[in-house]
């Protein structure tokens, strides 16, 4: 079993800056690809940014591009996003997941909410 724990939402001004963390904990050897999502309130949950294993190969959702980055440090577990620039539109629960063989594991989000 694998655990996530996010943190570091909060309430931020447009043209701010967050930075959430991921902390994974239990069964962790064997998770390969890493993730953000989020869910604003009367949408679908959607990708925001993704991690391969070793870090060599992230993917972001076009709204996010240039502002959002995505890093993970596999010796302490954790997985990173750190936005930039942030927009009214970013306002949602943010998710990290990870993949481990056929199981693929989620937090439980953290809130970001930019204000205009």
Known sequence: ????????GGL?????????SCAASGFT???SKMGW?????GNQRELVASITTNGGSTD????VKGRFTVSRDNAKNTLYLQMNSL?????????????????TYW???TQVTVSS
């Open 1 to 8: 079993q694998v655990r996530l724990v996010e943190s570091g």
């Open 12 to 20: 931020v001004q447009a043209g701010g800056s967050l930075r959430l």
């Open 29 to 31: 050897s064997g998770i």
């Open 37 to 41: 999502y989020r869910q604003a309130p």
């Open 60 to 63: 972001y959702a076009d709204s």
């Open 87 to 103: 927009k009214p539109e970013d306002t949602a629960l943010y998710y990290c997941n990870a993949n481990k063989f056929r199981t």
């Open 107 to 109: 937090g439980q989000g």
